[in-house]
């Protein structure tokens, strides 16, 4: 009996053993067009521990997000980061997204922007690239909403640009 149970460990722990963890890349961005106010609200969620790892390899080793050694300087790099790596096209313009602020949530770091003074949205062109230097699988979610249409992208290092025509 005894031989039994070791010939199964030893059968059953290579199989156990060749299962690997792969971690999932992923980033959501909610962009909504509010016409009341003539504005784009846009939110973007990282997971806490990849936005730190590439901002830490970027610029400064000594990056904390979402912790007491959290500085001000840490925030600048992470919504510098943001603004070189997410771009926003309206009725193909490019146009200026505006910092609102940032919150966590759980292992997520929820960054806000606002595009103002838009009077109508008829297209959306986004290039997001957000982690993809870092993480060559990453992949970025892209979902707008407004009053009538409600549309997603999913954006890949093969493909980081999208396109949404809202008529």
């Known amino acids: 009996m005894k031989f039994i149970k070791i010939a199964l460990v030893?059968?059953?722990?290579?199989?156990?053993?060749?299962?690997?963890?792969h971690k999932f890349?992923?980033?959501?961005?909610?962009?909504?067009?509010?016409?009341?106010?003539?504005?784009l609200q846009i939110i973007t969620k990282i997971?806490?521990?990849?936005?730190?790892?590439?901002?830490?390899?970027?610029y400064?080793?000594?990056i904390h997000l979402a912790s007491e050694k959290e500085t001000s300087a840490d925030e600048k790099y992470l919504t510098e980061?943001?603004?070189?790596?997410?771009?926003?096209?309206?009725?193909?313009?490019?146009?200026?997204m505006n910092y609102i602020g940032k919150?966590?949530?759980?292992?997520?770091?929820?960054?806000?922007?606002e595009?103002?003074?838009?009077?109508e949205v008829e297209t959306i062109e986004i290039e997001n690239k957000v982690l993809m230097d870092m993480y060559p699988e990453q992949q970025n979610i892209i979902h707008f909403k407004n009053k009538k249409v409600r549309k997603s992208l999913m954006l890949d290092a093969d493909n980081p640009n999208g396109l949404l025509n809202l008529n």
């Open 81 to 96: 980061y943001i603004f070189q790596k997410l771009k926003i096209k309206v009725n193909g313009e490019s146009v200026e």
């Open 60 to 62: 400064d080793p000594n």
């Open 47 to 58: 997971f806490i521990e990849d936005a730190e790892k590439t901002l830490r390899e970027r």
């Open 10 to 21: 030893l059968l059953v722990f290579p199989l156990l053993s060749s299962f690997s963890v």
């Open 115 to 119: 595009i103002k003074d838009l009077s």
């Open 25 to 39: 890349y992923v980033s959501i961005t909610k962009v909504e067009y509010i016409k009341e106010e003539s504005s």
């Open 103 to 113: 919150e966590y949530e759980t292992d997520i770091v929820k960054s806000f922007f």
